[in-house]
Each structure stands twice: as structure tokens, then as C-alpha cells.
């Protein structure tokens, strides 16, 4: 599969400050890619380096097989859909979705009904002679979206496209947005720190961390595979429980410090002893049954439910988070049994916090 976008060795810096530090990253043609991390990690600033709104300090970058280092925004055929919208307040949606096609020089006839194609694409039609301020947020997001679509670039970049909307209209959103990407078949780089945006949207996610990208891959690979605990944290809601831990003299169990309680548990590779190691398990992989009955036993201290999940906080340290399916029979003071799987947990260096 042909490479659109390529990234080699890519630096940027902000006089002392390193915001991308060797990023290395190729995008195949067709491809969704989420750009994901917490706040400052340097995703908008690579985002806004393929656009050319940023100048990279180092390294090269590549749009279809050209270099575009030094090559000005407006040549690079690339379309961004900001947080903000951004939209003409002024123009109606249909010259809105039209400007960038008239400075070019289209003729209006052309421009017109190349706005109306797209607003058939994109549920606008009926909406063509309104102005920005008639128009929801997940209208104007559409408008937003169309603009950049009218033009046929080679990628579309989404900068948080969705943070200014409610939850409900968001989860329609980003349905909408990966539609319309496997629609036309398009080249999508998205930005977000929510990660279930990213797992959800994605066909290969990239997660960023002060200005380094941590692991990329299939959104699947990330949860299931983490390469070290700051991905294990990061993809994942709840998050995965970690809890400090110590190889037994055997090499072949663990002894987790969960504060009053140590317990021990089998691990599935032989590791050295006395070694101290960070276990991690996801809140769903940790089965429960009656006191007693199950690896060990901790007090419930917070009971949640969602009507379809129930979500269980053990008073221990740290705090062990459990997720039941359905709503769960456990009361908050109860004392319950818990069952961890070998094969479910995932082992982190205490020091480096590399997946081992």
C-alpha cells in the first residue's frame, strides 16, 4: 500500500523547548490515524507541522511522495477541520463550502454545484442558504467537515473536531466522521486526548508523550499489548490497575502489595527473584465471587452502576478497580472474593516502566 504521508526523523523545536523529538511515522493511503495523548505531549503540534502552519526544525516530511519542508501551506493539498470550526460568519454555508473554490478560480456554476454534491454527502442541503450562527454545533462541525472535503485533498487533519460538543452529539459525530472517511476513501489524520475517540475511530493509532511517540498499531494491539505502563494507563477506560509487586524465590509467582494485604500469584514466564516489577490488570479481566472463595479477598468500599455495568473500587492500596457486567449484587462495606488470571496480567520494570 502506497505511503501518503511520511514523517523521518522529525524534530521541532521551540528555541530550548524540543516539542517532537525523532518522530517517525508513515500513514498509508486510505488510512485513519488518531493521533493520541494527554495535553502538551505534541499532537497538534505534529498535526499542525503536516499542515505547514508549523516549521519542522529537522528531519523530513513527505505528502504523496513530496518533500514539503519548505513547501507553504496553501500548496501542500491538505484540508484542516479545527476545533473551532472556523467558519465565515458572514457567508451562508454554501459560500462558505465554496470560498476556497472561487479564489481558485472556479466558475460559480461549478462551485455551486460542487457545494450541493457535498452537502447531499453530508446532510446539509436543506441548510445551504443559512448562516453559521442558525446552525447547531454538529451542523456547523458538518459545514466544517464539507469545506474541506469540496476541495479533494490528499488528507484531511482534524484538530479535537468534536471537544465542543455534548457527549450524545460527539458519539454521533465520530460515527459520522469515520463514515464519511471510508465514504471517500480518504487519507485522515485526527487529533483527540479522548483515547475512546481514537480506539473507536482509528485503523492505527499513534500515542504521544512529551513530544516522543510511545507505541503505534491496530487500537487492538495497543490494549491488548502495551509496550510499556504509560500505554497500559493511557488506552483503556477505566484504566488499568497497576500494583507494585515482587518476584518469589521461585521466579515463577508474583507477591502483589496491595497495602494490608499481600498476596501472591502465579505468573506465566520465570523472572528473577526478588525482582520488582509492577503488575498490571485491567478492571474487566479481574472475576469476582463470595468471600473466601476466590485468590484473595478485599472489602468493596464504592459501588457505581451504569444500569449495563457495574463498577466495584476495593478498599485496598492502591485502589483495585473491578467491572461487572450487568447490575452487580455487591454493597459498599461488603467483603468479596477476587480471581486473577496469570494470563491477564500485564508486567511492567518498576524502574523504566518497559513492558516486560
Do not use: W
Not at 9 to 25: D, E, M, Q, S, T
Not at 98 to 124: C, D, F, N, P, Q
Not at 168 to 179: D, G, N, P, S, T
Not at 194 to 214: F, K, L, N
Amino acid at each position: 500500500m502506497t505511503n501518503q504521508i511520511e514523517l523521518s526523523g522529525v524534530n521541532k523545536h521551540y528555541g530550548a523547548f524540543h516539542a517532537l523529538k525523532n518522530i517517525n511515522l508513515s500513514i498509508a493511503k486510505g488510512t485513519f490515524v488518531a493521533l493520541v495523548g494527554p495535553s502538551g505531549c505534541g499532537k497538534s503540534t505534529l498535526l499542525r507541522s503536516l499542515a505547514g502552519l508549523e516549521t519542522i526544525t529537522e528531519g523530513e516530511l513527505k505528502i504523496a511522495g513530496e518533500l514539503m519542508n519548505n513547501v507553504p501551506p496553501r500548496k501542500r493539498d491538505v484540508a484542516m477541520v479545527f476545533q473551532s470550526y472556523a467558519l465565515y460568519p458572514h457567508m451562508t454555508v454554501e459560500e462558505n463550502l465554496t470560498y476556497s473554490l472561487r479564489i481558485r478560480g472556479v466558475a460559480k456554476a461549478e462551485a455551486k454545484k460542487a457545494a450541493e454534491e457535498v452537502a447531499a454527502t453530508t446532510g446539509l442541503s436543506r441548510l445551504l442558504k443559512r448562516y453559521p450562527r442558525e446552525l447547531s454545533g454538529g451542523q456547523r462541525q458538518r459545514v466544517a467537515m464539507s469545506r474541506a472535503i469540496i476541495r479533494h485533498p490528499k488528507a484531511f487533519l482534524f484538530d479535537e473536531p468534536l471537544s465542543n460538543l455534548d457527549a450524545a452529539l460527539r458519539v454521533h459525530m465520530r460515527k459520522e466522521i469515520r463514515a464519511l472517511h471510508d465514504r471517500l476513501h480518504a487519507t485522515s489524520v485526527y487529533v483527540t486526548h479522548d483515547q475512546i475517540e481514537a480506539m473507536t475511530m482509528a485503523d492505527h493509532v499513534v500515542v504521544m508523550r512529551e513530544g516522543v511517540i510511545e507505541q503505534q498499531g491496530q487500537p487492538l494491539d495497543l490494549y491488548d499489548k502495551p509496550a510499556n505502563k504509560f500505554v497500559a494507563g493511557f488506552i483503556g477506560s477505566p484504566a488499568m490497575n497497576f500494583i507494585p509487586a515482587t518476584v518469589n524465590e521461585d521466579g515463577k509467582s508474583l507477591s502483589l502489595d496491595l497495602g494490608t494485604i499481600r498476596q501472591k500469584v502465579a505468573i506465566d514466564h520465570q523472572l528473577q527473584p526478588g525482582r520488582k516489577v509492577t503488575a498490571g490488570i485491567r478492571p474487566e479481566h479481574i472475576g469476582t465471587t463470595g468471600a473466601g472463595q476466590g485468590s484473595f479477598d478485599v472489602p468493596i468500599a464504592v459501588v457505581e452502576s451504569t444500569g449495563s455495568s457495574t463498577f466495584l473500587t476495593a478498599a485496598t492500596t492502591p485502589e483495585l478497580t473491578i467491572v461487572e457486567t450487568g447490575r452487580g449484587k455487591v454493597h459498599a462495606g461488603e467483603t468479596i472474593g477476587l480471581i486473577v488470571e496469570s494470563s491477564q496480567l500485564h508486567l511492567f520494570d518498576q524502574t523504566s516502566g518497559m513492558r516486560i
